[in-house]
């Protein structure tokens, strides 16, 4: 639209112009009214022949029309219409030596709502098992009944009827909380935000599981924090020997683990282990910040316990949320931040207010009549039985030297691909292939997982064999790429 | 229910304390069932008799009930059923000593949520003036379309729908915004949030206004921040020959202004200072961070400009939300942050990863469909009346010496009462006969404002002018008595 880049000098160029950007960026598309003459008139102090003659102007372009009676719109034009349906060009063409962490873990969690792809890197969960619908016609009945109309004020804590659910499903992972103690967040990720902004000042050091969720690196990332990373054994989580003598070198200020389903290795510490990790860190005085967000995907017969089951004087901090076995788009998590329970309350005021109300109030609904658990066993069975699948498939279709985890619940698996194989490249390739997936350089501060991927077993289509078998040809051919070097 | 402190020798004393527990603290309620004996066997690693003679230790203390064929249920009581109604005792009582401005900015917001006080203190807009009803079945249309369902994922920045409607409000401020810039947040509050994460550092100084918004001060406190104040002319807002003066002498690092009706003042500052101020700030590399949340709420002919709309290089960040027109309790806010933008992002990631997407396909189509503008039109007219009508009645009952501010927009009340009445007092008083309202200690760091406090308008009972004429009575009353001391 270079014909529209006016000289300045008249004031309706000027405005005329104004407008032609606002088109070509979309805030006016094709088909809608513009703001009438008289409007645009008192709102920015021009006269109204001036507005007129900068529509008249547009009209003359082609780029608006007159309609009798009714006012300036916006004319149909082959490339405004086409700006928005676009998929976005830069989730593409990802160069390797460009990377930032931060925009990488933001392109794969865009990636997830890009409709056309193969969806193996956000760990999104598997529509067809959740009651969607069911869920959807509860916030819709919540709305319609006007129990809480949305000029209605909530407190900081979230909505008490959500609170006592909350701390029945604690009580099941062997906890007793007091409903009146929890706070609701926006996902769980608000609770590992609010969690660790109640207990660390910037440049604390706060020791991690290795490998471990990129949306806790993000958090520690944005707000000034360093990690320690402490190995994680394959199956029974963070090593505690290792977080000991660790604890013992250095001034370490909060421990953060999901200890039920770790994310990506899957695997769940033991409730023995647990109880001796909470009594060390009480005894040392440094809290614990649990994310337990998939304790209720257990693949065996029991749903193990929370840290926070063992805990006698609020050290620790238990972070959940709905999103993994329910709602990922209501955005309602929730916390116990013992003793930071005070100041976790006025950091969520300072952070948000409070959470909208109607999401809150559907999800306890469900909880209350039923079906919950009826619904996590079916998850369960079916994230075991696509978990082992998917391992088996990456087995069968990758190169040699290739490992995968077999995880004991959640639904992602974790992959070592041979050291010629960088993940990023594979991500790159994946994507021109139309898969997305999780490198692993996002589930470490360093390029520690380089060769390693975080696969989605959750959602599982037609597609699904053949992409695997695509990733495991393009892998072979990075490998081979890198061997003729 | 002493009886229950049972000694924990036995597992099943101590099983059935647990439960006793948590019936006691409500997360079990009367006539609700208990988890079954089987699931508590294996979940709590606890023998099916061990599990079962718990439950009839209750049972024989007339806490539980069996049912046959049904299980275990909790048995009503009065005790249980009582503790959830009440009022929190906790708002009242307060004491002035033991003031912590946290905890009072906490128990004024909470107050909101308490229908039998009359509203003078949390800055609600009047239901009655808002398409609540329209917005709470767009949300269940939204919700029955399946369009969105609860599994899915969305973006940072949020919905492009919403983001065009709101590129057009900033329009009509005089803003020219790129939809795809927007950041959708969890209200304004979470915008000012992220805005001041990406400008400043723990530490630094931020110049405000004086008096200022408490949420503004809650952010700034919550970040480690410290606010420098500059002092507002009552009809023009910040004086900007003190803060150029004060930008000359300090180190400050951003600055944060509601331009448009400030809170508490309500007066709106004038385009062409808003445009100095750009120029000034623009200059010395200060950011803007504009607060609009009252500017579509102005009781004059036109709607003021946003400073925003003088910006030519990104310095300023406009913060906006619908909580004041259209919908608190939907927590939809909307951020530019100008050349902050991808920083705002990831930080956006890292507190909340995104904002719930229905609430927002709500607002978007309630926008695009229209009545808004009529609806805000009958607001103005109406917040305009009724803070004359508040303002006149608080200097027809308040003791001699009252003063109060005469807003241009918006729909609260700024009084300054004799100096011997203390605010907090008033606040407590004022409780007592069932009126909450904001001391004036909220709207600075320090007690600046001792004496003075802010009113809401917006909402009009018959009880209104009783209300006013009991706190000025308790003014009154305060009055004589720290003259007669």
């Known amino acids: 639209v270079s014909a529209l880049n006016l000289p300045s000098s008249h004031l309706y160029e000027k405005l005329a112009g104004e407008v032609a950007g606002q088109i070509q960026s979309g805030v006016f598309r094709p088909g809608d009214r513009l703001p009438s003459v008289r409007h645009i008139s008192r709102q920015k102090q021009l006269s109204i022949s001036t507005v007129l003659q900068a529509y008249q102007t547009l009209e003359d372009r082609g780029v608006i029309e007159a309609r009798p009676q009714s006012g300036y719109y916006v004319r149909y034009q082959r490339q405004a219409s086409a700006a928005l349906s676009e998929p976005r060009a830069s989730t593409r063409g990802l160069k390797p030596e460009a990377v930032n962490l931060g925009d990488l873990t933001r392109r794969v969690l865009d990636d997830a709502s890009q409709p056309g792809l193969v969806q193996f890197g956000a760990a999104l969960p598997a529509a067809e098992l959740l009651p969607g619908v069911r869920l959807n016609n509860l916030l819709a009945r919540q709305a319609r009944s006007g129990r809480v109309l949305p000029h209605q004020m909530g407190t900081a804590q979230g909505c008490p009827e959500l609170r006592i659910q909350a701390a029945r499903r604690a009580f099941l992972a062997g906890a007793s909380l007091d409903p009146d103690g929890l706070i609701v967040t926006n996902g769980c990720t608000e609770a590992l935000h609010l969690a660790l902004r109640a207990v660390c000042s910037p440049g604390d050091l706060v020791a991690i599981e290795s490998p471990t969720y990129f949306g806790i690196l993000q958090v520690l990332e944005s707000l000034g924090l360093h990690a320690l990373e402490i190995p994680c054994h394959p199956r029974q989580g963070m090593r505690l020997d290792i977080l000991q003598s660790c604890l013992e070198r250095f001034t370490v200020r909060a421990v953060v683990a999901v200890t039920n389903f770790s994310n990506p290795l899957g695997c769940c510490m033991p409730d023995e282990h647990k109880h001796q990790m909470v009594e060390m860190l009480s005894r040392l005085q440094i ?97 075991a039985m696509r978990t082992a699948q998917m391992g088996a498939s990456v087995l069968r279709h990758f190169p040699a030297g290739t490992r995968v985890s077999s995880p004991d619940g959640g639904f992602v698996i974790w992959v070592q691909l041979p050291e010629e194989v960088d993940s990023l490249d594979l991500y790159k390739e994946g994507l021109s292939s139309g898969i997305t997936l999780a490198p692993g350089y996002l589930f470490a501060p360093g390029a520690r997982y380089r060769h390693y991927i975080r696969l989605n077993a959750a959602i599982m289509s037609i597609e699904t064999e053949w992409a695997v078998q695509r990733l495991g040809m393009l892998a072979g051919k990075l490998m081979s790429r890198q061997e003729n070097r």
């Open 287 to 383: 809290p614990l910040i649990e994310d337990d967000i998939y304790g209720e995907l257990a693949f065996g017969e029991r749903r193990p316990l929370v840290a926070r089951s063992f805990d006698l004087n609020g050290n620790v901090i238990l972070c959940c949320s709905f999103s993994k076995s329910l709602a990922l788009g209501f955005r309602v998590g929730w916390m116990d931040a013992g003793r930071w329970t005070e100041e976790v309350k006025r950091l969520k005021i300072a952070t948000s207010l409070f959470s909208p109300l109607l999401p809150q109030l559907a999800l306890a609904e469900f909880l209350e009549t039923g079906g919950y658990d009826h619904a996590l066993r079916r998850m369960r069975r079916t994230y």
